[in-house]
């Protein structure tokens, strides 16, 4: 069994998919489906768009906000626990034939954390840093009875594509609970605790690096497992420079790949994000996707630089952002909105 077999009820089993060996495949089998939580589809069964703080700062939000965040947090390490009752209730998820279950963070128009300070009005201590990443419930090995199998077999790898990976870190400690600093020790860190330790790093960056200075606090462990591109992104699928490219000849099948998309230029990042869910190659490789998606957001200043005459101006609207993340999970993927 591979990728998201990882069951989170009340006693930890890897989900069942059967004789199939892919949770994408379970899905097209009709073995195992996702199910927006009622906190997802308050955003995504009407239009949200012009209505994002509205939706945001009813107390039905509020209040599942709360109970998921109580989840998140506990849902990460070598012992996550299983949600409670109340937590279920919120939380969206993956379910199979067997009656197993894997819990996700509910998709929401904020696209961050649901308190995210971020222009709505929310009850008074709520409110909290936009880099606060403690909301995500990211894929956790740990959680499964048989994790010894949860990749595939013996020889299954975890990837990491970190597209817009900045610089490695200035060798301060990593804070789990924001990405205030680079991204590719932060990921490195959560894996590892989540039973994921990553085998294969690869990253791009656009601004060019003093290799020295670039490399001087990579630690020696990760040197011999990272490669890092100090050129732009590409997505010409005919190119052996492109992104596609390099991820069907570095990925298997029975290899867990986690991806994180931001690199700023939202035509770019809609080619690749939109190539995962619509190229079923892509989909077939990639088990979770953290997506910066740069969209207009109630006419306020989200911190992307989206809006009309920003540089990273774009006529997407929180719809299109949700339709988008919720079409990838339907298809297996674990998408979320990344910060």
């Known amino acids: 069994i591979k990728k998201l077999h990882v069951s989170m009820s009340l006693q930890p089993q890897p989900l069942g998919l059967g004789a199939v060996s892919t949770l994408q495949a379970a899905i097209a089998a009709g073995s195992c489906h996702y ?6 589809l308050a955003w995504t069964s009407e239009k949200a768009h012009d209505r994002e703080c509205t939706i945001a700062e009813s ?18 390490g070598k012992a996550p626990r299983a949600p409670t009752a109340a937590e279920r209730g919120v939380l969206s998820r993956y379910e199979c034939n067997d009656g197993t279950v894997s819990f996700l963070e509910p998709l929401t128009g904020i696209g961050r954390h649901p308190f995210a300070t971020v222009g709505c009005n929310m009850p008074p201590g709520l409110h909290t840093h936009v880099f606060n990443t403690s909301f995500l419930v990211p894929f956790n090995k740990c959680a499964g ?7 595939g077999g013996s020889g299954a790898r975890n990837l990491f594509f970190d597209l817009g990976c900045s610089v490695w870190g200035d060798g301060a400690p990593v804070s789990d609970g924001s990405a205030f600093g680079p991204s ?3 990921f490195s860190a959560w894996y590892e605790g989540n039973c994921a330790q990553l085998d294969r790093l690869y990253g791009w960056e656009m601004d060019v690096k003093e290799p020295t200075s670039w490399w001087k606090n990579v630690p020696a462990d990760v040197r011999a497992k990272l490669h890092f591109y100090n050129v732009p992104v590409e997505e010409d699928f005919a190119s052996a420079s492109s992104f596609s490219t390099n991820l069907l000849a570095a990925a298997k099948p029975a ?12 035509p770019l990042e809609a080619k690749i994000v939109q190539g995962i869910r619509d190229r079923p190659e892509l989909t ?10 740069h969209f207009q957001w109630n006419h306020k200043n989200f911190g992307w630089g989206s809006g009309v005459g920003q540089p990273n101006f774009t006529n997407d609207t929180v719809d299109d952002a949700l339709f988008l993340m919720s079409a990838l999970r339907h298809k297996g993927v674990r998408a979320h909105f990344w910060i």
């Open 59 to 76: 107390a039905e939000q509020v209040q599942a906000a709360e109970l998921w965040l109580s989840f998140s947090s506990a849902s990460r």
């Open 35 to 40: 199910v927006p939580s009622e906190t997802e």
């Open 184 to 186: 590719m020790p932060l």
């Open 145 to 151: 009875a048989h994790s010894g199998h949860l990749a």
């Open 255 to 266: 290899d867990f790949v986690a991806v994180k998309v931001d690199i700023d230029y939202p």
């Open 284 to 293: 077939a490789l990639v088990d979770e996707l953290y997506f910066e998606y």
